[in-house]
């Protein structure tokens, strides 16, 4: 069974930094593509970014490019997310995503607020 874990998470404040990783385990296949979603407070969840493999090829949601930034970890399936210059508006519970033999997975989430 694939399971998926964030880390990273946390409080900071506005104009700081975080770096969440996501691990993918328990399974032996790659991931075709790897990503980020955010449910910020009380609204629904959103895209934020996403890595396919095969070619490191990258998107970004409007609202994050140029201050947030994707790669690939060292070990296999493991994903991460530079994010900089954070906004209040970045807080949100921030999900791992990654698309393992045609099925879409998930992780628990890991909570990001940006307050002063």
């Known amino acids: 069974q694939v399971q998926l ?3 990273g998470g946390g409080l900071v404040q ?3 930094s975080l770096r ?3 691990a993918a ?3 032996v296949f790659s991931a075709t593509a790897m990503g980020w979603y955010r449910q910020p407070p009380g609204k629904e969840r959103e895209f934020v970014t996403r890595i396919t493999t095969y070619n490191n090829s990258t998107i970004y949601a409007a609202s994050v490019k140029g201050r947030f930034t994707i790669s690939r970890g060292n070990a296999k399936n493991t994903v991460n997310l530079q994010m900089n210059s954070l906004k209040p508006e970045d807080t949100a ?3 791992c995503n990654a698309n393992i033999q045609y099925s879409n997975h998930w992780g628990q989430g890991t909570q990001v607020t ?3």
């Open 5 to 7: 874990v964030e880390s």
């Open 14 to 16: 506005p104009g700081g």
């Open 20 to 22: 969440l990783s996501c």
């Open 25 to 27: 385990s328990g399974t």
């Open 93 to 95: 519970v921030y999900y």
């Open 114 to 116: 940006v307050s002063s």
